[in-house]
T-cell receptor, first 113, second 113 residues
Framework: DTGVSQDPRHKITKRGQNVTFRCDPISEHNRLYWYRQTLGQGPEFLTY????????KSRLLSDRFSAERPKGSFSTLEIQRTEQGDSAMYLCASSLSYNSPLHFGNGTRLTVT | QQQVKQSPQSLIVQKGGISIINCAYENTAFDYFPWYQQFPGKGPALLIAIRPDVSEKKEGRFTISFNKSAKQFSLHIMDSQPGDSATYFC????????????FGTGTSLTVIP
């Protein structure tokens, strides 16, 4: 399978704990995006990388969230001191170039108890 | 503020019927309009996309109609099948950044056999 892969698929954590998610984009795609999706809503933009550079970050994104993309390959999204409001599906997507379609992974579903 | 407004929220169609989902936007910088299909537990998958230089694009049973002056676009699913039952999202991307996709809130489509 050469699509976008995300790990883990599900994560249950207690409030206050830190969690980290991984995304492996399609290999030739240099653009990588993180989105968050809550029930009944469309994906909401979190952040975007072009190669290893994080070029854009949502103003709505708490400073508890941090993302990295070392060497321009896989990416990680870390949430520190999780809160119940962080419960959502976290989607990773990649694209080949400017204004080309996003290819999404199947997401990581986070539940904060 | 919702950048892309989508309706209806839910839609029930008989097998063989036509499903129509509408989206509207305000930002005239948007110049790429994809539609995504999402099944439960999966990430959104690109269905069909259009750029504003054409008024219609057809791929199989799926057609996008685009009205630039009205800033509206719609997805038509002809001969709807039970396997089309999913959530559909419209999206838009602006040319001035090319980095961020704005999604509608989704339409849950149910096709009754």
């Amino acid at each position: 399978d050469t699509g976008v892969s995300q790990d883990p698929r599900h994560k249950i954590t207690k409030r206050g704990q830190n969690v980290t998610f991984r995304c492996d984009p399609i290999s030739e795609h240099n653009r990588l995006y993180w989105y968050r999706q809550t029930l009944g809503q469309g994906p909401e933009f979190l952040t975007y990388f072009q190669n290893e550079a994080q070029l854009e970050k949502s103003r709505l994104l708490s400073d508890r969230f941090s993302a990295e993309r070392p060497k321009g390959s896989f990416s990680t999204l870390e949430i520190q001191r999780t809160e119940q409001g962080d419960s959502a599906m976290y989607l990773c997507a990649s694209s080949l170039s400017y204004n080309s379609p996003l290819h999404f992974g199947n997401g990581t579903r986070l539940t904060v108890t | 503020q919702q950048q892309v407004k989508q309706s209806p929220q839910s839609l029930i169609v008989q097998k063989g019927g036509i499903s129509i989902i509408n989206c509207a936007y305000e930002n005239t910088a948007f110049d790429y309009f994809p539609w995504y299909q999402q099944f439960p537990g999966k990430g959104p998958a690109l269905l069909i996309a259009i750029r504003p230089d054409v008024s219609e694009k057809k791929e199989g049973r799926f057609t996008i109609s685009f009205n630039k002056s009205a800033k509206q676009f719609s997805l038509h699913i002809m001969d709807s099948q039970p396997g089309d039952s999913a959530t559909y999202f419209c999206a838009a991307s602006p040319s001035n950044t090319g980095n961020q996709f704005y999604f509608g809130t989704g339409t849950s489509l149910t096709v009754i056999p």
